[in-house]
């Protein structure tokens, strides 16, 4: 399978914008489904938002009107625009492959996003 590598995380204040992207080591054409989860101090993963290869999304209830998932074919390249950011949003941010109803690669080290108040 193709390797992830995370990044475009920051300090960013409340209301703030963060654009992070997913790069993979290959084609991602023929990965048909993709997503961001997202992991903050003393809770579990969460998936954040999902894009399958027909460009079908899904996102969680928390971040749904906030935040936007993408894929770049061309680059290889998945994006999760962040717009609005709240203190809770704060997490590293992790991308996998998703496979029927889990993440199905493995995990990176992700990037940090820090939303200040």
């Known amino acids: 399978q193709v390797q992830l590598v995370e990044s475009g995380g920051g300090l960013v204040q409340a209301g703030g914008s963060l654009r992070l992207a997913c790069a993979a080591s290959?084609?991602?054409?023929?990965?048909?489904?993709m997503g961001w989860y997202r992991q903050a101090p003393g809770k579990q993963r969460e998936m954040v938002a999902a894009i399958t290869s027909s460009g079908s999304t899904n996102y969680a209830d928390s971040v749904k009107g906030r935040f936007t998932i993408s894929r770049d074919n061309a680059k290889n390249t998945m994006y999760l625009q962040m717009n609005n950011l709240k203190p809770e949003d704060t997490a590293v941010y992790y991308c996998?492959?998703?496979?029927?109803?889990?993440?199905?690669?493995?995990w990176g080290q992700g990037t940090q996003v820090t939303v200040s108040s």
């Open positions: 290959g084609s991602i054409l023929r990965i048909n489904r």
């Open positions: 996998n492959t998703i496979g029927l109803i889990a993440p199905s690669g493995s």
